[in-house]
Nanobody
Framework: QVQLVESGGGLVQAGGSLRLSCAAS????????MGWFRQAPGKEREFVAGINWSDGNTYYADSTKGRFTISRNNAKNTVYLQMNSLKPEDTAIYYC????????????????WGQGTQVTVSS
């Protein structure tokens, strides 16, 4: 079966950096757009960043553009999220997800999800 396993979360001070990883198995990784989403307590799950399988295009939420970088290594079936200049409002559970469509920003359209990894940014 399909598994997405996130890692790399933790506690960091404001202004710091973290790198999240998501290892995929059970699917043809190179044929899936990969996305990162996050959900803070009491809030809806929101799009963070995505990377297409078809053309490698990357796209970001306005709140993360310029601070976060998404990348993928198809040989390792892994997608990454480099997060720099972290802010307390970035605190959330971060999820990776897989979708066959490109440029997908809507959580409901993603086919597969990981269990999430907690990111906490202290002020």
């Amino acid at each position: 079966q399909v598994q997405l396993v996130e890692s790399g979360g933790g506690l960091v001070q404001a202004g710091g950096s973290l790198r999240l990883s998501c290892a995929a198995s059970g699917l043809t990784f190179s044929r899936y757009t990969m996305g990162w989403f996050r959900q803070a307590p009491g809030k809806e799950r929101e799009f963070v960043a995505g990377i297409n399988w078809s053309d490698g295009n990357t796209y970001y939420a306005d709140s993360t553009k310029g601070r976060f970088t998404i990348s993928r290594n198809n040989a390792k079936n892994t997608v990454y999220l480099q997060m720099n200049s972290l802010k307390p409002e970035d605190t959330a559970i971060y999820y990776c997800a897989a979708d066959t469509r490109s440029n997908s920003r809507v959580a409901a359209k993603y086919d597969y999800w990981g269990q999430g990894t907690q990111v906490t940014v202290s002020s």
